[in-house]
C-alpha cells in the first residue's frame, strides 16, 4: 500500500466486504475501453447499478474499424462507416444503461496498432483524466488477450507511475476465459485478496439490452462473415455471471497477483491467442470453401 493516499488505502482493506459497487466505487468513474463493447462486457452491470450516472465517464481509445476483419482481405469488402455505427452502438449502449452522451470520448486511434502510438495514447488520456479527475480508473486486465487492451494497462500504470494523474486504478476482464488452462479461467490464479465481485443478477436484462445494442458485433455485419463476433451463448453467460475487478495495488505489479508460479499462465498468455486466431481462421475459411462448393 506504500505511496497510496489514505483514500485509496481504504479501498484495498475493505473490498472483501463489498457486496455492492455503490459502497466502494464513489465519486467519478473513468472506464477505458479499447473497444465499443469492452465496457458493457466487463462492467455494464455495475454501470447499471451504480447511482451517479452523472459521474460516470467512458474513453473510447480506437476506432472501431477492425471488428469484424476480413477473412480474405484482398476478398472481403469493409465498410468506410463501420467506426461511425459503432459509436452510435456505443451511444445507444451507454444510454439505456444511463451515461450521458457527453461523458463519452471518442479517441479514434487506429485499432489494433494503438501499441504503435502508446506516447500520443498517454498524452490523450491525461488530458481528459486531469480534465475529469476520477477517483477511480477501471482498465483491462494486466494479462489480458487483445494487444489494445494491453497497450492501454500499460500506459495508464505508467501514468500513474509518473504522478501524471492520481486515482485508484481497477482492472476489469474481457478476455478471461484461457481454455489452454487446467482451470480454464485465469481469475481462478489470482490471490483472493485482489479480486472482487458483483453479482449482477438485478440488472442482467438491463445489460443484455445494452449489449445487444452492438448489432456489428453481435450479427453477421458483413455478408462474407461465417459467425458474429459475440455470439448469443457467450452474452447470456457474460449477463448471468458476476463481474469480477482486480483492485491494483502498486507493490504487486506484473505477476505478483497470481497464488502460484506462472511459467505456464506466461506461455499460453503468449500462445493461446495464436492458435484462436489461427482456428478461426482455419474455420472460417473452410466454411466459406465448402459454401462455394456447395
Ligand atoms: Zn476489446
Known amino acids: 500500500m506504500t505511496g497510496q493516499t489514505d483514500a485509496n488505502s481504504r479501498v484495498v482493506e475493505t473490498h472483501f466486504k463489498v457486496t455492492n459497487p455503490n459502497e466502494l466505487f464513489r465519486g467519478t468513474i473513468l472506464i477505458i475501453a479499447p473497444h465499443m463493447d469492452d465496457e ?25 474499424m477492425k471488428s469484424p476483419s476480413p477473412i480474405f482481405p484482398r476478398r472481403d469488402t469493409i465498410s468506410p462507416d463501420l467506426g461511425e ?7 445507444s449502449a451507454m444510454r439505456l444503461l444511463g451515461v450521458p452522451d457527453e461523458n463519452l470520448h471518442f ?23 486531469n480534465d475529469i479527475k476520477p477517483d477511480f480508473i477501471f482498465i483491462p486486465f494486466r494479462y489480458d488477450r487483445h494487444q489494445d487492451h494491453l497497450a492501454i494497462n500499460d500506459v495508464v500504470i505508467k501514468g500513474l507511475t ?3 494523474f492520481k486515482a485508484q486504478i481497477v482492472e476489469y476482464f474481457v478476455y478471461y476465459r484461457w481454455k489452454l488452462l487446467p482451470l480454464q479461467d485465469i481469475r481462478k490464479y489470482i490471490k483472493t485478496q485482489f479480486l472482487i465481485k458483483f453479482s449482477i443478477d438485478d440488472v442482467a436484462a438491463q445489460k443484455r439490452k445494452a449489449l445487444d445494442c452492438y448489432k456489428s458485433q453481435t450479427t ?3 455478408p462474407w462473415q461465417t459467425r458474429a463476433i459475440l455470439n448469443s451463448a457467450l452474452l447470456d453467460e457474460e449477463c448471468q455471471n458476476p463481474e469480477y475487478f482486480l483492485i491494483y495495488e502498486p507493490s504487486y505489479s506484473g505477476a505478483a497477483i497470481f497464488k502460484h508460479s506462472i511459467i505456464w499462465i506466461k506461455i499460453v498468455h503468449y500462445i493461446e491467442p495464436f492458435l484462436q486466431r489461427w482456428k478461426y481462421f482455419t474455420q472460417a475459411r473452410l466454411k466459406r470453401a465448402l459454401k462455394n462448393y456447395a
Request: charged residues 30%.
Open 85 to 91: 455505427l459503432r459509436v452510435k452502438e456505443s451511444k
Open 162 to 164: 509518473q504522478r501524471l
Open 40 to 64: 458493457t462486457l466487463a462492467c455494464g452491470g455495475i454501470i447499471a447499478k451504480l447511482p451517479q450516472k452523472e459521474q460516470i465517464h467512458i474513453i473510447y481509445a480506437t476506432d472501431g
Open 107 to 129: 479517441l479514434r486511434m487506429p485499432e489494433a496498432k494503438i501499441r504503435e502510438k502508446k506516447i500520443a495514447l498517454l498524452e490523450k488520456l491525461s488530458k481528459i483524466i
Open 220 to 222: 453477421l455485419f458483413y
